[in-house]
Nanobody, 120 residues
């Protein structure tokens, strides 16, 4: 299984960016599609989680500004980031939980990370 993330870059405060992450390989079912971020010198924190069959959940710091969505036909998760702030600057990672067969337990895979920089 591979995760390919894209969409990071430089944005001005108040601007927007959209991240995407596509999972490929042997996938029977997906259990969750999440976005994390890690700022320099900080731990990796959950930004948004979209469990299969549930509503999305967000970190308090991004509620009302970020939106996570999924295209299950394409095994792709998106993160629409609006009203960006300098404190949103971090490397953003997608994480996907999936089963490779009906009987397998869920496994978790990480994308390589994409840099988001918010600066004027």
């Amino acid at each position: 299984v591979q995760l390919q993330a894209s969409g990071g870059g430089l944005a001005q405060p108040g601007g927007s960016l959209r991240l995407s992450c596509t999972a490929s390989g042997t996938i029977f079912s997906i259990t969750t599609m999440d976005w994390y971020r890690q700022a320099p010198g900080e731990q990796r924190d959950l930004v948004a989680r979209f469990l299969t069959g549930s509503s999305p959940n967000y970190a308090d710091s991004v509620k009302g500004r970020f939106t996570i969505s999924r295209d299950d036909a394409e095994n792709t998760v998106y993160l629409q980031m609006n009203s960006l702030k300098p404190e949103d600057t971090a490397v953003y990672y997608c994480r996907v939980g999936l089963r490779k067969s009906y009987s397998d337990p869920p496994l978790y895979y990480w994308g390589k990370g994409t840099q988001v920089t918010v600066s004027s």
